[in-house]
């Protein structure tokens, strides 16, 4: 797939994966408004429940002021009619007005046994009874007047409104609506801007700057305005903890679509450097394989020749050359295999006892040859101690090996690597460190990655095929081990690889 294929199909998946998240968010927003505008009504019908309540609690309060009058118990030459629904009827002397009461009047002795009745009563008409209060059981005249002529409006508000009526109002109608939240409210009076109580005190300022207000005792158009200031402390959590399912779904869709999208991001950028990775790793087999075999391909014909034939040691440098060259077409032939059955998980280590020391020579040995091209020299700095491991022979010599030769092949010339060793109370520490061309650290988190090789800037003469360094990290790792590098560029690479010692 081409650069600008994947630049376009990028370009539409985010564009997409912006619409998306945009619709889903104003979604969102719009289901929260929704509820806020519920919630507002739902307050709203709450107070105006409340108010009206109010009011009717201070009309009945205000009614009280007119108790009924008591009159004195009729004399017993009184005519005694039917009980009237209507209470007394009587005439006053000198006029003809008709008074009418009601009242209950208790006696001991009156006819069918009742011992009480409501009656009609009509005096004799030569007798004037007079209305008169009993001033054990009322209040004074003074009493009654006063609340006559003082209305309830007049009174302080905390006396019309009490702040606990207010409070038991405002939490039943609140539950009432569903409004499960703290609440904190004040009375406000405009004239003073002041504030005359609270509920609680603790959002004085709120309910100055952020309440909403609601006039009390509407219908009271004579006495002084007083406002109910309402705030919601925890109006949002109390909106959220509504739609914390809607929420929670909306979150989820669009992390997963922004997962989704990065996925599917990275993996055609992935690929697209995988098959980067694979055309080079095909060119630089290819010419892996191609030198070797010319060389091979040019010393068998020269060993035709009859010169050479007759000059046995320009015949035997030859058969030397054709040697090394097949060991190397072998090694990189059985990179390749080990690379795809290590792929296939298919990889079997056959396990035994080795000595570490004896793998290293094995190894110095097999490269000499490489190393006195690059007129180098290997220092070999060994642990006194017993250096023996339980390990496969073949893999845990061919992940050395690779070491060691990528060391020889990154190092221009005047080759200088140190191979030491260091017994620990739980394994074996190697160290092969060398003086080559170094790592950058942009490169050091990636060398052990499949395909992956550093880019050696002018230096062109040396090739692989990306697969060495990933083999050497799976095989180590197989035997319950751990391989790091240091490195500076120019100053060259330490490679530390750490091996379980057998248990004596």
């Not at 090739?463 to 050497?472: A, S």
Request: hydrophobic letters at 40%; glycine letters at 4%.
């Amino acid at each position: 797939m081409s650069k600008t294929r994947i630049r376009v199909i990028v370009f539409t998946m985010a564009v997409v994966l912006v619409a998306l998240v945009g619709f889903q968010v104003l979604w969102v927003k719009s289901a929260i408004k929704v509820r806020e505008s519920n919630f507002n009504d739902n307050v709203n019908n709450a107070i105006i429940n409340v108010i009206f309540k109010l009011e009717r609690i201070d009309l009945a309060r205000n009614s009280d002021a007119f108790n009924p009058v008591k009159f004195p118990k009729p004399q017993l030459d009184s005519i005694l009619r039917n009980k009237g629904e209507n209470g007394v009827e009587y005439k006053v002397a000198g006029n003809d007005s008709t008074l009418q009461y009601e009242f209950s009047y208790e006696y001991s002795n009156i006819e069918d046994g009742q011992d009480s009745a409501d009656f009609e009563v009509i005096p004799p008409e030569n007798i004037s009874y007079e209305p008169f209060i009993d001033f054990d059981d009322m209040f004074s005249f003074g009493d009654i007047t006063q609340k006559l002529f003082k209305p309830r409006a007049v009174l302080p508000i905390s006396e019309r409104a009490e702040k606990s009526l207010v409070d038991s109002l405002l939490n039943d109608e609140f539950k009432q609506f569903g409004i499960n939240t703290k609440y904190e409210f004040g009375v406000f009076s405009p004239i003073s801007q002041e504030i005359v109580y609270e509920k609680t005190g603790k959002y004085h300022d709120e309910l100055l700057g952020k309440s909403v207000a609601y006039k009390l005792f509407p219908s009271d158009v004579f006495s002084e305005p007083y406002f109910l200031l309402l705030f919601f402390p925890d109006e949002t959590k109390f909106i959220m903890k509504q739609l914390w399912i809607m929420l929670t779904v909306s979150m989820f869709l669009i992390l997963t679509i922004m997962f989704v999208f990065s996925y599917t991001i990275m993996t055609i950028i992935k690929q697209r450097k995988l098959s980067d990775m694979k055309n080079d790793f095909v060119n630089n087999m290819t010419h892996e394989f191609k030198t070797p075999i010319s060389t091979i391909a040019l010393a068998c014909e020269a060993l035709n020749d009859d010169d050479i034939k007759n000059t046995p040691e320009l015949a035997n440098n030859y058969i030397d050359i054709i040697s090394v060259e097949n060991q190397r077409l072998g090694i990189m032939a059985e990179k390749i295999l080990q690379t795809a059955i290590l792929d296939k998980g298919e990889l079997k280590f056959k396990k035994e006892i080795l000595d570490v020391h004896e793998i290293l020579d094995d190894i110095v040995e097999r490269l000499k040859l490489a190393i006195k091209s690059k007129n180098g020299s290997v220092e070999r700095v060994y642990d006194e101690n017993v250096s023996l491991i339980i390990a496969d022979k073949f893999h845990i010599s061919n992940a050395l090996f690779n070491i060691v030769d990528n060391a020889i092949k990154y190092t221009p010339d005047d080759l200088k690597i140190t191979i030491s060793t260091k017994i620990l109370n739980n394994g074996i520490q190697i160290s092969i460190q060398d003086n080559g061309i170094g790592i950058s650290k942009a490169n050091l988190s990636k060398i052990f990655d499949k395909l992956y090789r550093v880019p050696t800037g002018n230096i062109h003469n040396v090739r692989g095929f990306g697969l060495g360094l990933n083999y050497v990290k799976t095989v180590i790792f197989m035997h319950k081990g751990t391989v790091n590098v240091e490195s500076e560029m120019r100053k060259g690479s330490n490679f530390i690889v750490f091996l379980p010692k057998i248990e004596m």
